[in-house]
């Protein structure tokens, strides 16, 4: 079935990196536009990025622009988001999402990782 | 990326009908059709229910619909159901080629 599976969440300290990887299967994940969305503690959804279907063109959040890098290796049909120099407001659930169409970006996102948890904190 | 404005919270009786608007710009909202709406249960991934303002994904029920004029979006949900009860957020495309969602809405069935 359509799947799209979130791992590499943990805690790390402020100003560590790490990377999350998002696994996608039941579909032809070259063909999608892919997203990072988070959710903090109590707080609501936050969109994070995007990456191109075919890797072309990538857009971030302020907050997370010059930290965050999405990319994406279709080979492995495998998502990634490389965070760098985490702060302590970066602790979330990260949730990868699809675009629902192939054609157009921002559309809508209908199929969701579980979501995998990062925590930073010393 | 300012999130967009939506009620912190509504209510509502079984059998009821409901809006939840969502509120922003010309450069969000009001200048795309690219606005979606999404349920959200704790500890579960959030649903898409309505994309490209008002299409609904099969599925899903089509006591969910979806609205837009000038820059506020609307959710109109009909026959209130108790398994309704939910987190619900919108989200749009803005002109810095960015999405950005609203803060979401806590919908109550009574």
């Known amino acids: 079935q359509v799947q799209l599976v979130e791992s590499g969440g943990g805690v790390v300290q402020p100003g560590r990196s790490l990377r999350l990887s998002c696994t996608a299967s039941g579909f032809i994940f070259s063909s999608y536009g892919m997203h990072w969305v988070r959710q903090a503690p109590g707080q609501g959804l936050e969109w994070v990025a995007i990456?191109?279907?075919?890797?072309?063109?990538?857009y971030y959040a302020d907050s997370v622009k010059g930290r965050f890098t999405i990319s994406r290796d279709d080979s492995k049909n495998t998502l990634y988001l490389q965070m760098n120099s985490l702060r302590a407001d970066d602790t979330a659930v990260y949730y990868c999402?699809?675009?629902?169409?192939?054609?157009?970006?921002?559309?809508?996102?209908?199929?969701w990782g579980q979501g995998t948890t990062v925590t930073v904190s010393s | 990326q300012s999130a967009l404005t939506q009620p912190a919270s509504m209510s509502g009786s079984p059998g009821q009908s409901i809006t939840i608007s969502c509120t922003g710009t010309?450069?969000?909202?009001?200048?795309?059709?690219?606005v979606s709406w999404y349920q959200k249960h704790t500890g579960k991934a959030p649903k898409l229910m309505i994309y490209a303002v008002s299409n609904r994904p099969s599925g899903v029920s089509n006591r969910f619909s979806g609205s837009k004029s000038g820059n506020t979006a609307s959710l109109t949900i009909s026959g209130l159901q108790a398994e309704d009860e939910a987190d619900y957020y919108c989200s749009s495309y803005t002109s810095s080629n960015t999405g950005v969602f609203g803060g979401g809405t806590k919908l109550t069935v009574l």
């Open positions: 990456i191109y279907f075919d890797g072309s063109d990538k």
């Open positions: 010309s450069s969000d909202v009001g200048g795309y059709n690219y």
């Open positions: 999402a699809r675009e629902v169409t192939t054609v157009y970006y921002y559309y809508g996102m209908d199929v």
